[in-house]
């Protein structure tokens, strides 16, 4: 079992930064795949970036070179550095996780219906 904390989330004017952290117990945490998704009001929840246990990461078109993940096994913490942010960015973003696979492909830890579990999310939101 994994239970997932995010925080960091808040108002921001556009060009802004954010760093979200999303806090893990359970000592299955190192072993996991990390992923960080958004939701905006009316839009289905899309893939922002994730990590594997590797530290192999991948990040949405949208976001790259703007967004960074990084995890801190020892404190049992992922991070998500949001910088330029841009209006389009308002969100509520939400952490989640998975037991890490080696054999699955990457493009399996992009896809939320994959994640087994969710942090109850934390609200991004970017004023232009």
């Known amino acids: 079992q994994v239970q997932l904390v995010e925080s960091g989330g808040g108002l921001v004017q556009a060009g802004g930064s954010l760093r979200l952290s999303c806090a893990a117990s359970?000592?299955?945490?190192?072993?996991?795949?990390m992923g960080w998704f958004r939701q905006a009001p009316g839009k289905e929840r899309e893939f922002v970036s994730r990590?594997?246990?590797?530290?192999?990461?991948n990040s949405a078109d949208s976001v790259k070179g703007r967004f960074t993940i990084s995890r801190d096994n020892a404190k049992n913490t992922v991070y998500l550095q949001m910088n330029s942010l841009k209006p389009e960015d308002t969100a509520v973003y939400y952490c989640?996780?998975?037991?890490?696979?080696?054999?699955?492909?990457?493009?399996?830890?992009?896809?939320?219906?994959?994640?087994?579990?969710w942090g109850q999310g934390t609200q991004v939101t970017v004023s232009s």
């Open positions: 990590m594997r246990w590797s530290g192999s990461t």
């Open positions: 989640a996780a998975v037991l890490d696979v080696t054999s699955y492909s990457d493009s399996y830890y992009m896809r939320a219906t994959n994640y087994e579990y």
């Open positions: 359970g000592r299955a945490f190192s072993r996991c795949a």
